[in-house]
């Protein structure tokens, strides 16, 4: 394993890129480091239907990945610790990936991402700011609930998605995988528990997000 740095950019170089990684998120066509997954067996034509559904379904999921990429982004920036800032970054262009993945099935099935993305983007970006000025383990606490509730919501996917869309659940089911192993490193690092309010909270916010960001 490579060393973390030992000292953090200065807050005016953090800032700068924190704003930079916010526009290429929001404007530019996001790049992944590693290859899409692929479904074993070819996807069959869909359904105009299934198309709609998948199509609704991916759009959900990509705002998902617009929302981690915020998070991330907060969660480093806001924690002095140099070693979390790394954890939260290498964490963040993992989410790269997804967000790359999600935003390529959705030019497939000829649907279009959510036209509330930089309100998603901003409101992700401002829970993380505050999970993180509550400290480093409560911070690490938001991310293992977070991730964990992704990981439920990707499995409820699975279950949605047309059999047929192979290509669709070959993606939803890696970043299920990834999502979990992100919760199981923020909790191996120290992460507190939530409390259930909070639980309850974030719960019913992602609630409102999924239903709003499935039509718009």
């Given amino acids: 394993m490579h060393p973390f740095p030992t000292e953090t950019p200065r807050s005016s170089d953090r800032l700068l890129g924190s704003l930079d990684r916010a526009l290429r998120t929001l404007l530019a066509r996001p790049s992944a480091a590693r290859a899409r997954p692929r479904a074993a067996v070819e996807a069959a034509p869909l359904s105009e239907e299934d198309r709609a559904l998948?199509?609704?379904?991916m759009r959900v999921n990509h705002v998902g990945e617009i929302c981690a990429q915020a998070l991330y982004d907060a969660q480093a920036l806001s924690t002095r610790d140099a070693q979390l800032a790394a954890r939260f970054e290498a964490a963040g262009r993992e989410e790269t990936d997804h967000l790359a993945w999600t935003a390529e099935?959705?030019?497939?099935l000829g649907a279009r991402p959510s036209l509330l993305n930089p309100l998603w983007y901003a409101g992700a970006f401002g829970?993380?700011?505050?999970?993180?000025?509550l400290g480093?383990?409560?911070s690490l606490g938001f991310?293992?609930?977070t991730e964990r509730q992704v990981e439920q919501h990707l499995a409820g996917h699975l279950d949605r998605l047309p059999a047929?869309?192979?290509a669709s659940r070959a993606i939803v089911e890696a970043m299920r995988l990834d999502e979990a192993r992100h919760a199981q490193d923020a909790e191996a690092a120290g992460a507190s528990p939530l409390p259930a309010p909070a639980r309850w909270a974030m719960r019913a916010g992602a609630k409102l997000m999924t239903t709003v960001a499935h039509r718009i």
Avoid: P
Wanted: net charge negative; no cysteine.
């Fill in 54 to 57: 998948s199509g609704a379904l």
């Fill in 105 to 108: 099935r959705l030019d497939e």
């Fill in 127 to 133: 829970l993380g700011l505050v999970a993180g000025r």
């Fill in 136 to 138: 480093d383990r409560a």
């Fill in 143 to 145: 991310l293992v609930e």
């Fill in 164 to 166: 047929a869309d192979t």
